[in-house]
């Protein structure tokens, strides 16, 4: 394994430097003309649609996406499942930073950062869904931070902090999960405030229980997704302990994933039940809708079983890159796609260029700073001086 002190010996032109570094000079021009000039100059967003890609993407996918943090952590310490210990570390610091960049990325729809603390500290809306999701964000972003500093302590060489924050582990582990319960599901409940907008084959009551075990799926496969291009792009930063188990914590958050993939499938057809809504499965939506329920469900479930049966890594990274995209396109049909469906298509909201580019900024921007911190940090391997000290 690399020392992590040399990580910046190398050359400093490399493709992935290049590539990145135009992506964030393109977003920093961008975030100027939003600041400056208002939404209605980089954005198609109007009175019909106020919320576009950057909800749709960067929030929904954003959060569904970093639920690898707290599935992992849960499984190691509440559940006991000491054998996935070497992957707590990178789901963290993935959960970590994907909520930062949520709240990052907010601010582009928002607008006015300085006012971010007003509806917590000043104007509560209590009776807000929107007011308990931010601050379940707030309180789960630094909860993440908070369980990620031992890493930091250990490349600062602060021991003393560092073991006070490892004894508050399976505490900070509790509280994640609750919170994460909590604002996972209340960002379905936002949508079933508007039964008349959202197309009845995705609306449902059971929102905010889609929303929720979707996020467990969607975790459990980044953090397979995560650990394969880890595993090709950082594995000189890899000791013998993290390669030793990656393929034990494949496999078993596969299985893990196949479960609770057929538990999703399950409750959407309970929903689509309860809603009496199969005559919509003969329309265009309906296709669309079974495109999504059988392509991105029922095919990664069976995948993850059969890799696991098989015992074959290969099939069940397949399956989680096919879940990963079909969170995607769950939260776009949801917020996007199925939502306004009765609005003539000249009236439907499209991404500008502009908005698109400044998605491509975030993600950009979480990918350099992961990269930054796990070849210099404990992240991929343990620390010389507290192996065994978890």
Request: glycine share 8%; with cysteine.
């Amino acid at each position: 394994m690399s020392n992590p002190g040399n990580a910046g010996s190398k050359s400093a032109i490399t493709p992935f430097n290049v590539i990145a570094g135009a992506i964030i000079v393109m977003g920093l021009v961008i975030t100027v003309l939003r600041f400056t000039k208002g939404l209605g100059a980089v954005t198609n967003l109007d009175d019909n649609n106020p919320w576009g890609i950057w909800i749709g993407f960067d929030l929904l996918c954003g959060v569904a996406l970093a639920a690898g943090g707290y599935t992992t952590s849960a499984a190691c310490y509440i559940f006991g499942l000491k054998r996935f210990h070497s992957a707590v570390r990178p789901a963290i610091l993935t959960a970590f930073l994907g909520y930062a960049l949520v709240v990052f990325a907010l601010m582009y729809d928002l607008g006015r950062p300085w006012r971010l603390p007003f509806p917590i500290f000043y104007q509560q809306g209590t009776t807000s869904l929107l007011f308990e999701v931010g601050l379940c964000v707030m309180i789960y972003l630094t909860v993440l931070f908070i369980e990620f500093t031992p890493a930091v302590f250990e490349w600062l060489g602060m021991k003393k902090l560092r073991n006070v924050v490892v004894k508050l582990t399976l505490a900070l582990t509790i509280f994640g999960v609750v919170l994460s319960t909590l604002h996972q599901s209340s960002l379905g409940a936002l949508y079933t405030i508007a039964p008349s907008k959202l197309h009845p084959l995705w609306y449902s009551p059971y929102l905010p229980v889609f929303f929720f075990v979707s996020s467990i799926a969607a975790g459990l496969s980044m953090v397979i997704f995560e650990g394969t291009l880890s595993h090709k792009k950082l594995h000189r930063m890899m000791d013998e302990e993290y390669l030793k188990h990656h393929d034990g914590v494949v496999l078993g958050f596969g299985k893990a994933a196949s479960l609770v993939l057929f538990a999703y499938f399950a409750i959407k057809m309970i929903g689509l039940a309860y809603g009496n809504n199969w005559h919509y499965l003969t329309t265009g939506y309906g296709v669309w809708f079974m495109v999504e329920m059988i392509g991105f469900v029922a095919l990664p479930c069976f995948l993850y079983a059969l890799g696991v049966r098989e015992k074959n890594l290969s099939i069940i990274r397949n399956a989680a890159i096919i879940t990963v995209l079909g969170i995607i396109l769950n939260r776009f049909n949801i917020s996007l796609i199925a939502f306004n469906y009765h609005l003539p298509s000249s009236e439907r909201y499209f991404p500008t260029m502009m908005e698109i580019g400044i998605s491509i900024f975030v993600v950009t921007l979480g990918v350099v700073i992961f990269r930054f911190i796990t070849t210099r940090m404990p992240i991929f391997f343990e620390h010389p001086d507290y192996k065994g000290k978890h």
